[in-house]
């Protein structure tokens, strides 16, 4: 059975870092498209970051310069690093990936950045 588990969300103050982690199990990373998702209150949902199994990689541009995303293919992680976090990225953030025609969600993870 395969399962996305996100952690490492909470409370941050601005001009913070937090680094969400996303524990894939049974799943072979091959040929991999790796996302996080965001969905703020009242909005849709929102890409900020995606990777794929070539190296390239894609940042919404309200994130580029702050968030990073990465895989660890021998821990079988997604994660994704955010560094001077604003309160505009309070939502709560969704792992997705992609193994050929198969799609993945997690369940979500609350990030909540305020003084």
């Known amino acids: 059975q395969v399962q996305l588990v996100e952690s490492g969300g909470g409370l941050v103050q601005p001009g913070g870092s937090q680094r969400l982690s996303c524990a894939a199990s049974?799943?072979?990373?091959?040929?991999?498209?790796a996302d996080w998702y965001r969905q703020a209150p009242g909005q849709q949902r929102e890409l900020v970051a995606s990777r794929r199994a070539s190296g390239s990689t894609y940042y919404a541009d309200s994130v580029k310069g702050r968030l990073t995303i990465s895989v660890d293919l021998d821990k079988n992680t997604v994660d994704l690093q955010m560094n001077n976090l604003k309160p505009e990225d309070t939502a709560v953030y969704y792992c997705?990936?992609?193994?050929?025609?198969?799609?993945?969600w997690g369940r979500g993870i609350q990030v909540i950045v305020s003084s």
């Open positions: 997705y990936v992609r193994i050929s025609q198969y799609e993945y």
């Open positions: 049974g799943i072979i990373f091959n040929y991999y498209i």
